[in-house]
Each structure stands twice: as C-alpha cells, then as structure tokens.
C-alpha cells in the first residue's frame, strides 16, 4: 500500500504513470493530461505591489517579527484556466486526481536551497516553550491553495484585483482578499498567511525541489524549481476538485525566509527567491522559465468504469480487477491506500446508476 506520494503519481514521471495504467486496463476511461507551458494569470500578492498583474518578477518572503504584517508577506498566485481541456461542472467525485506537478524558475542569485519542510517550532524564539532548532540552512519555497474572502471568489478575483478590504496603509495584517490556503476533505478553507503567529502547523501540498542540487547551497539564476503536489492528501484532492469543476486553478508559491518589510519593500536579509512571471520577455520561449502546470485526471460518471457510455458488469469486474491490482484509478478516495472504502465507493455509484 502507497504510505507517500508514489513516483508514479507525479507528471514528472508521466510515461510511466500511464505505462502502469495501461497495463491494469485503467485507460479505458479517458486519461487527460493537463499541460500549461505559462499561466493565465499570475500576481505578486504583496501589499505594497503598485502594478499588480503587470510585474516581470515576484518576490517570496516572510515577516516573521514585523508587527501588522502576514507572516507569509509576499505570496505569489498562479492561476491556469483548465475548462477548454478538462470538462468543467462534474459532481466533485467524478474528478479522481492521478498527479499534479507545478514549476517555477528564479531570476535572482542569492535564495539558499532548503527542500525540506520546517516545522513551525523551528520559527520560535530561542527558549520560547517548545521551540526547536532549524535542522538545515535556509527556508523553503513552498506551494498552498489558494483561498477568497471579502467577497472575492475563484472566479472573480483577477490578477489586477484590489490587494486586500480594510488595510491600514502601513499595517495590512490579515485583510488580503487572497490568501495561501490549505483545504480539508469537507471543504473548509484555513488561511494560513499567519501560521507562525497562531503557532499551529501549516504543511503544504508541496516543497520546491531542485534535483541535483546540493542542499544549503545558493541557487542560480534561472533555476526551475519542481514541486510534485501530494495528491494522497484528501484537502488538496478536495481543492482540485472543486478548481476543476469551476475550470479554474490558482495555487500560491510562498517561502518563510525572511525579509524585514514596510513601503518600498524588504531591507535586510535578501537570501529570498524571487520568480520570473509571465510578463517577463526573458521567460518566454525559447527559455521557457515562466509557471507551468500539469494536471493527470480521469472525469467522468465513477460507475462506468470502462467509459463505454453505459454501466454493466463489464464495468463491475474491470474496476475489480484494478482494485485488485492496486491501480492508481482505482484508489477512489485518493488516500493512496486500496481498502474497502475504496470499494464501497464504487459498488454505491454502481448500485445507484
């Protein structure tokens, strides 16, 4: 049984993703593959951004002792429009998510390479109650969700979009309209802009990896940076869901290296990534460093397992069979487990069609 995201679940593996499908029977329902070489939009979300949506570059840091100020400051959205590829308006359950992958290169020279999460403790004051050691140099980038309020919504809100409702000039705490987020099964959004503050753990849906890099080590201009998003966890499955059902899907890039922060940006520690947006001629082809986004998905009605267009036996025995086989389809619930949920699951859309 899959305990961690399998290497067969991630596009940077695709072929052999799809390999391991074929061979169970899987692809009998269709198989898209979601490809984004650039986003649609893409937004410094930082309160003192004075061309939003136009930037050439994104900055990612934190604040981690500045009073009136998200912990999480300066977030960078990347938002991919999927509905002309990936069919929009599905009962959330008809999307069973395969793999997810987003890139990201950086266009400065001075970010230190940190691919491992670090848990909240290590942000704690020395011999504050609890507080741990940071285990290796650096912070890591990171990816979230991407959550609304003050009545902006997925698919309202734009890269021009006002920053944030009820800001003080000089202290925008807490009020951006969009957030970094973390979703859970059910569907409830957490900001989690101020984790570090509110001391309550915060693991994102992915850490940015560079394979062949040394850990600690300062990374170069135009590095891409891989974040592989663990679909085994049933918050992001849920979030993806819903984005595909909407055709839309906006994900925040953040980091917790610090930065000290107020109008005119950051002053001091500057071992911070910044990232090349889609506005940016030196991204373009034939460099090809701005985001980009796979999305591996199978849609459709879950009961007609062989997509034929209607439910019989046929499609009974051949979701058994990869049951049994432990194919990536047939984990249902997205846990990357094979158990009698999964099963279940299956045999009550089967008996309801």
């Known amino acids: 049984m899959w305990t961690t995201p399998p290497a067969s679940r991630t596009p940077a593996r695709l072929g052999l993703a799809i390999a391991m499908l074929a061979a169970t029977g899987a692809l009998a329902q269709p198989l898209i593959v979601y490809s984004a070489a650039q986003p649609n939009r893409d937004r410094w979300n930082y309160p003192f951004n004075g061309t939003p949506g136009t930037r050439t570059t994104a900055s990612t840091f934190a604040a981690l002792d500045v009073t009136g100020f998200d912990n999480l400051d300066a977030q960078f959205i990347v938002g991919f429009d999927t509905g002309g590829e990936i069919p929009t308006g599905l ?6 998510i395969v793999s997810a992958h987003l890139t990201a290169s950086i266009a400065n020279d001075v970010a230190i390479y940190d691919p491992s999460f670090d848990p909240v403790a290590s942000y704690f004051a020395t011999g504050a109650p609890g507080a741990i050691a940071d285990a290796d140099a650096g912070r890591p980038c990171v990816v979230y969700a991407t959550g609304y309020r003050n009545g902006f919504t997925l698919t309202t809100w734009q890269e ?22 973390l979703w859970d099964a059910s569907g409830s959004v957490r900001n989690v802009s101020n984790y570090i503050r509110e001391g309550v753990e915060a693991t994102p849906y992915a850490v940015g990896q560079v394979p062949g890099q040394t850990p600690g080590t300062v990374l170069d201009f135009d590095t891409t940076m891989e974040f ?10 849920r979030f993806l869901q819903e984005s595909l059902a909407a055709g839309r899907v906006h994900l925040t890039i953040a980091s917790t290296q610090p930065a000290s922060g107020g109008v005119g940006g950051p002053t001091s520690d500057p071992n ?11 991204a373009q082809p034939p460099f090809d460093l701005t985001p980009t986004l796979e999305i591996v998905v199978m849609a459709g009605n879950v009961a007609d397992w062989t997509g034929e267009g209607q439910v019989n036996s046929s499609d009974f025995l051949a979701y058994l069979n990869d049951y049994a086989t432990q194919a990536p389809a047939a984990d249902l619930n997205g846990d990357c487990l094979w158990n009698s949920s999964d099963f279940l699951e299956y045999l009550n859309d089967y008996a309801s069609f």
């Open 272 to 282: 911070y990534p910044q990232w090349y947006t889609r506005e940016n001629i030196l």
């Open 160 to 181: 021009p979009s006002a920053f944030g409702t009820g800001c003080s000039p000089l202290e925008p705490f807490d009020c951006r309209n969009a957030f970094a987020a």
């Open 91 to 96: 009962p959330l359950n008809q999307y069973r």
């Open 228 to 237: 592989d998003l663990n679909v085994c966890d049933p918050g992001l499955r």
